[in-house]
Protein backbone atom coordinates (compact mmCIF):
# COMPACT_ATOMS: atom_id res chain seq x y z
CA UNK A 1 0.00 0.00 0.00
CA UNK A 2 1.11 3.29 -1.44
CA UNK A 3 0.45 6.31 1.26
CA UNK A 4 0.20 9.38 -0.36
CA UNK A 5 0.25 13.34 1.27
CA UNK A 6 -0.87 16.07 -0.91
CA UNK A 7 -0.23 20.17 0.19
CA UNK A 8 0.50 22.96 -1.65
CA UNK A 9 -3.24 24.01 -2.47
CA UNK A 10 -4.68 26.94 -1.36
CA UNK A 11 -6.87 30.43 -2.72
CA UNK A 12 -5.38 31.69 -5.53
CA UNK A 13 -6.28 34.92 -7.94
CA UNK A 14 -7.59 34.14 -11.94
CA UNK A 15 -4.03 33.88 -13.35
CA UNK A 16 -2.05 33.49 -10.76
CA UNK A 17 0.44 29.83 -9.72
CA UNK A 18 0.45 27.41 -7.11
CA UNK A 19 2.68 24.31 -7.08
CA UNK A 20 1.00 21.20 -5.62
CA UNK A 21 3.36 18.50 -4.10
CA UNK A 22 2.59 14.98 -3.22
CA UNK A 23 5.14 12.89 -0.95
CA UNK A 24 4.97 9.27 -1.49
CA UNK A 25 6.04 6.41 1.63
CA UNK A 26 7.21 3.66 -0.87
CA UNK A 27 10.33 2.11 -1.48
CA UNK A 28 9.19 1.33 -4.66
CA UNK A 29 8.29 4.66 -5.96
CA UNK A 30 9.88 4.79 -8.82
CA UNK A 31 7.85 1.71 -10.30
CA UNK A 32 4.94 3.60 -10.56
CA UNK A 33 3.64 5.98 -12.88
CA UNK A 34 1.89 9.06 -11.01
CA UNK A 35 -0.63 10.85 -11.60
CA UNK A 36 -2.59 13.82 -10.37
CA UNK A 37 -6.81 14.15 -10.14
CA UNK A 38 -8.79 16.85 -9.55
CA UNK A 39 -12.54 16.64 -7.77
CA UNK A 40 -14.56 19.70 -8.18
CA UNK A 41 -17.85 20.20 -5.90
CA UNK A 42 -20.74 17.72 -7.31
CA UNK A 43 -18.21 16.59 -10.19
CA UNK A 44 -16.51 13.38 -10.86
CA UNK A 45 -13.11 12.95 -9.96
CA UNK A 46 -11.01 13.24 -13.17
CA UNK A 47 -7.42 12.92 -14.42
CA UNK A 48 -4.91 16.24 -14.62
CA UNK A 49 -1.58 14.94 -15.66
CA UNK A 50 0.25 11.60 -15.64
CA UNK A 51 4.02 11.00 -15.27
CA UNK A 52 5.01 7.75 -16.29
CA UNK A 53 7.90 5.87 -14.83
CA UNK A 54 10.50 7.10 -18.12
CA UNK A 55 9.32 10.58 -17.43
CA UNK A 56 6.85 11.18 -20.49
CA UNK A 57 3.89 12.87 -19.12
CA UNK A 58 0.29 13.13 -20.26
CA UNK A 59 -2.26 16.14 -19.66
CA UNK A 60 -5.75 16.86 -20.53
CA UNK A 61 -6.51 19.47 -23.16
CA UNK A 62 -8.13 21.61 -20.27
CA UNK A 63 -4.57 21.95 -18.63
CA UNK A 64 -2.13 21.96 -21.47
CA UNK A 65 0.38 24.14 -21.50
CA UNK A 66 -1.13 25.79 -18.47
CA UNK A 67 0.35 22.93 -15.80
CA UNK A 68 3.66 20.97 -15.73
CA UNK A 69 3.56 17.26 -13.75
CA UNK A 70 7.33 16.15 -12.45
CA UNK A 71 8.60 13.72 -10.10
CA UNK A 72 11.36 13.09 -8.04
CA UNK A 73 12.20 9.85 -7.45
CA UNK A 74 14.62 10.24 -4.76
CA UNK A 75 12.65 12.59 -2.92
CA UNK A 76 9.59 10.28 -3.72
CA UNK A 77 7.63 13.47 -4.67
CA UNK A 78 5.44 14.19 -7.42
CA UNK A 79 4.80 18.17 -8.72
CA UNK A 80 2.13 19.48 -10.31
CA UNK A 81 2.66 23.11 -11.26
CA UNK A 82 -0.14 25.20 -12.06
CA UNK A 83 -0.01 28.49 -14.38
CA UNK A 84 -2.68 31.21 -15.62
CA UNK A 85 -5.25 29.60 -13.06
CA UNK A 86 -8.78 29.71 -13.86
CA UNK A 87 -11.88 29.88 -11.71
CA UNK A 88 -12.69 26.26 -13.97
CA UNK A 89 -9.35 24.74 -12.07
CA UNK A 90 -11.32 25.33 -8.63
CA UNK A 91 -11.22 21.70 -6.92
CA UNK A 92 -9.53 19.15 -4.58
CA UNK A 93 -6.54 17.67 -6.40
CA UNK A 94 -5.32 14.29 -5.51
CA UNK A 95 -1.96 12.47 -6.20
CA UNK A 96 -2.37 8.61 -6.91
CA UNK A 97 0.21 5.73 -7.78
CA UNK A 98 -1.49 4.48 -10.97
CA UNK A 99 -2.24 0.84 -10.68
CA UNK A 100 -3.19 1.57 -6.54
CA UNK A 101 -6.13 2.26 -4.39
CA UNK A 102 -4.44 4.82 -2.98
CA UNK A 103 -5.29 8.15 -2.67
CA UNK A 104 -3.97 11.11 -0.14
CA UNK A 105 -6.03 13.15 1.46
CA UNK A 106 -6.24 15.89 -1.33
CA UNK A 107 -5.83 19.76 -1.29
CA UNK A 108 -7.85 21.68 -1.67
CA UNK A 109 -7.30 24.72 -4.77
CA UNK A 110 -9.36 27.81 -5.08
CA UNK A 111 -9.07 29.80 -7.52
CA UNK A 112 -11.29 33.39 -7.14
CA UNK A 113 -11.02 36.88 -6.89
Known amino acids: QVQLVESGGGLVQPGGSLTLSCRAS????????MAWYRQALGKQRELVAK???????IYVDRVKGRFTISRDNAKKMVYLQMNSLQAEDTAVYYC???????WGQGTQVTVSS
Open 96 to 102: NAQGTHS
Open 51 to 57: INTDGTR
Open 26 to 33: TNTFNIYA
